[in-house]
């Protein structure tokens, strides 16, 4: 609780026992004189009233000033004022007492679903270790370190930049970017992220991007605009607030005049102080603040929710659409596999072990950083002795020969068996990159290499077609004989290969055109060629740790982790946000409906008034902070 609230919270625990204890007085019998009793009442209420509202009067008067007149201070103002008037000094500072525990309640629960997408903030590094001319450790703004520079993260601080590990290795600790708790581990040559924690181990980096480009930046950016994109329903209650509140206190004043105004015209008794009384009743119960209180609440809470989780939403607008998804189009590389390479079978000949064939493929391309090779490399598992390969030759579209350990071993495609002349066997069905091994021309196998899948990537079409995705689509430049692979894999609904970018978007508008009108199609990519197709989805989702700047830029939802899995908890958290939204809004204007006639004709009093107004906030306030409750 900040400063400010406890200060209110104070306030009203003297407003309160004030007013406890001016109730309970016997004041008839201390003060006969009726007339000397209520003016001494007046001046000993107005004490608490004073403490409790001296805020919400200021700012009805400086609204009237500004020309804003219709908000719930206005309402708030006349209401007590009027009730105080009518000398229900009792009811009067109850109304404003209550209010403000609403106030305070809401002030606290907004606070707390803030706090959750503020945690994010702690992401910001406060400084970047540099090293100085002398070989000194200075720490130095993160927004002054260049490209290229060579920074130092100890144990327990934040990388402030992203950066190439250049020495050392630790654990890192993803959880405010992802929403994942396990460690990550990096060593020399991995890429870091602005924004992890080092648990472990002294690292030095070199940074890669300025501060202002970096990965912790493009975070806090999105965060920070999040609120400034609005769902339909939230600027549906914010147009129904501007007309709905001049109404009421027009009605108000209506029910104020018009019937005393009948009744002396009928020649009746008049009856201001119960048409007033009533009126003012009226007034506190329509006050809207339930509805323009916890709709934006319920959003926030969403927002920060899916933050919690490593999803970014860059509006409530996004989150409301995730709900009315029913198309959901796929990028395969990097979206749905892992985008690296990683030997995924090995077929060796008759006579020759797996042990055999894999380690003589890793010499003969020990020399190459080609990404095949640096894939027989890691599967090998040991760095190879380069001291036993001799006479390395590349041929290009072939492949790699070279002698180990005085024995000539070829190893590349089909081309290269031809033309070496070496009679060589492979399945018909076999998807991937085939690397054929054969040493002093006798072969000796293949080993077999492909993009993986992400573990998560089956579970994650299981879940968005239970979430009501009707159709499921992948789209990819690969060929068709790996898409097939992969998508069938899946049990994706449908497959489109060979494609470039401009093939994507027409993909895009044709599903656009087939869909529904209130139907939404969501693209999933990674790459910067899927920024075009991103941006024309009704939502783009981007996966966040591993895709270029410009598909995040692009995109209006980030996975920070890059799990398709997240899709789906994305959806049911926009579903459970809209769920509390209507409830909110059903309860509000339901019971503000019954209240308010039962007010008009003076079956409501003003402790109803009361419940109608902050207790109804209180409990949409409460239904909004289950929103910030996500189960995985």
Known sequence: MSKKQKKVLWRIVIAAVLLVVLSLMPWESLIPT??????????????????????????????????????????????????????????????????????????????????NITALMDIRPDYANIFSEDGQIEKVDPEDVEIGTVILVSPGEKIPID????????SLNTSALTGESMPREVSVGDMVISGCVNQSGVLKIRTTKEFGESTVSKILELVENSSMKKSRTENFITRFAKYYTPAVCYGALALALLPPIVNLLLGNTPGWGGWVTRALTFLVISCPCALVISIPLSFFGGIGGASAQGILVKGSNYLEALSQTKYMVFDKTGTLTKGNFQVTDLCPAEGVTEEELLELAAYVECYSNHPISKSLKEAFGQEPDANKVTDVSEIAGHGLKARVDGRMVCAGNDKLMRAEGIAYKQEADVVGTVVHVAAEGCYLGYILISDVLKETAAQAM???????????????????????????????????SELLPGDKVEQVERLLAEKRPKE??????????DAPVLSRADIGIAMGALGSDAAIEAADVVLMDDDPAKIALAMRISRKCLGIVYQNIVFALGVKAICLVLGAFGIANMWMAIFADVGVMVLAVLNAIRCLKIKK
């Not at 009237?64 to 229900?88: P, Y």
């Not at 879940?463 to 049990?491: N, P, Y």
């Open 163 to 170: 950066g190439e590990v250049v020495e050392g290795q630790a």
């Open 34 to 115: 009726e007339g000397l009793r209520t003016w001494l009442l007046l001046a000993l209420y107005l004490v608490p009233y004073f403490i409790i509202g001296y805020d919400i009067l200021r700012k009805a008067v400086l609204g009237i000033v500004h020309g804003e007149i219709f908000d719930e201070s206005f309402l708030m103002a006349v209401a007590t004022v009027g009730a105080m008037c009518l000398s229900d000094y009792r009811e009067g500072v109850a109304v404003m007492l209550f209010y403000q525990i609403g106030e305070l309640f809401q002030a606290v629960a907004v606070g707390k679903s803030r706090r």
């Open 462 to 496: 299981t879940d968005l077609k239970t979430a009501g995705v009707k159709r499921l689509v992948m789209l990819t430049g690969d060929s068709a004989a790996v898409a097939q692979q992969v998508g069938g894999a899946l049990g994706v609904d449908e497959i489109h």
């Open 520 to 529: 939404k199609l969501a693209f999933v990519g990674d790459g910067i060629n």
